[in-house]
T-cell receptor
Framework: NAGVTQTPKFRVLKTGQSMTLLCAQD?????MYWYRQDPGMGLRLIHY???????AKGEVPDGYNVSRLKKQNFLLGLESAAPSQTSVYFC????????????FGSGTRLTVV | AQSVTQLGSHVSVSEGALVLLRCNYS??????LFWYVQYPNQGLQLLLK??????LVKGINGFEAEFKKSETSFHLTKPSAHMSDAAEYFC??????????FGAGTTVTVRA
């Protein structure tokens, strides 16, 4: 029972490079989310998805794109990385109504130099 | 719109002492309320939640929280701190849908 799996766990990028973070869940959750965590700011929602083939912007979407081609996967892309995107990224998933809260992945630590 | 305020970014307690983490929220509807814990280099783990019913909720590892509607608060407590409680704690609120808003977090240090 893996829950939510994020890959990679660590990555260093140069400014302007691109990359994709992968999130996979095996709980048949409808909703999936990408958050970034920065010191003193808690978790801020980047993008989310309410079902296969759907995506929506969260609180801080600029510089990021997402895709949900399969129900179990939610991809976060950085087209042209900037130092301001240095952060820890968390993926989460939930049932439709959120009453059970979220299940989180273990995070991806990204450094942009 | 919902928002969460956690009072105090750092709390230091002695082993065996009471742990009290404060959380206040604003919500236009009766909310769902959550506390999550994050250990170093790990993801967030659900400690406890309030949805409906009893306002005092018990969670894992001896933690509990009380929903006080009149004070719009959901403070987290543990009677006796253990070294293993050293972590960052996040309060979160949902307005009966799937979106969670998180507080900025409180880091707990436990002194021997």
């Amino acid at each position: 029972n893996a829950g939510v799996t994020q890959t990679p766990k660590f990555r260093v990028l140069k400014t302007g490079q691109s990359m994709t973070l992968l999130c996979a869940q095996d709980m048949n959750h409808e909703y999936m989310y990408w958050y970034r965590q920065d010191p003193g700011m808690g978790l801020r929602l980047i993008h989310y998805s309410v079902g296969e083939g759907t995506t929506a912007k969260g609180e801080v979407p600029d510089g990021y794109n997402v895709s949900r081609l399969k129900k179990q996967n939610f991809l976060l892309g950085l087209e042209s990385a900037a130092p301001s995107q240095t952060s820890v990224y968390f993926c989460a998933s939930s049932h439709v109504n959120g009453i059970h809260g979220y299940t989180f992945g273990s995070g991806t630590r990204l450094t942009v130099v | 719109a919902q928002s969460v305020t956690q009072l105090g970014s750092h709390v230091s307690v002695s082993e065996g002492a009471l742990v009290l983490l404060r959380c206040n929220y604003s919500s236009s509807v009766p909310p769902y309320l959550f506390w999550y814990v994050q250990y170093p280099n790990q993801g967030l783990q659900l400690l406890l939640k309030y949805t409906t019913g009893a306002t005092l909720v018990k969670g894992i590892n001896g933690f509990e929280a009380e929903f006080k509607k009149s004070e719009t608060s959901f403070h987290l407590t543990k009677p006796s701190a253990h070294m293993s409680d050293a972590a960052e704690y996040f309060c979160a609120v949902s307005e009966n849908d799937y979106k969670l808003s998180f507080g900025a977090g409180t880091t707990v240090t436990v002194r021997a």
